[in-house]
Nanobody, 113 residues
Framework: QVHLVESGGGLVQAGGSLRLSCLASGRQISHSDMQWYRQAPGKEREFVASIAWPFGRANYADSVRGRFTISTDNAGNTVYLQMNSLKPEDTAIYYC??????WGQGTQVTVSS
């Protein structure tokens, strides 16, 4: 079993940056595709970004492409989401997800205008 814990969320002004981390325990995450999702108040959870094992090919939602970057560490234990040029509409709870079926508990990102 894999246990995912997100961190790095917080309050930031529009135009600022945050870096989210998702630490996996139990075993390495490098053998599964990893994804970030987000859920804003009153809205459904939506896909943000994914990174595929083993070659690290990344994919992004249109709304974040060019601003967000997904990556993993060399040890295969952590997946990151670098978020730049943040907008108020990026405000949401951000969740890490392993395509083997594991979710993290989420981390709140709030972008003020």
């Amino acid at each position: 079993q894999v246990h995912l814990v997100e961190s790095g969320g917080g309050l930031v002004q529009a135009g600022g940056s945050l870096r989210l981390s998702c630490l996996a325990s139990g075993r390495q995450i490098s053998h599964s595709d990893m994804q970030w999702y987000r859920q804003a108040p009153g809205k459904e959870r939506e896909f943000v970004a994914s990174i595929a094992w083993p070659f690290g090919r990344a994919n992004y939602a249109d709304s974040v492409r060019g601003r967000f970057t997904i990556s993993t560490d060399n040890a295969g234990n952590t997946v990151y989401l670098q978020m730049n040029s943040l907008k108020p509409e990026d405000t949401a709870i951000y969740y890490c997800y392993s395509t083997e079926g594991y979710w993290g508990q989420g981390t709140q990102v709030t972008v003020s205008s």
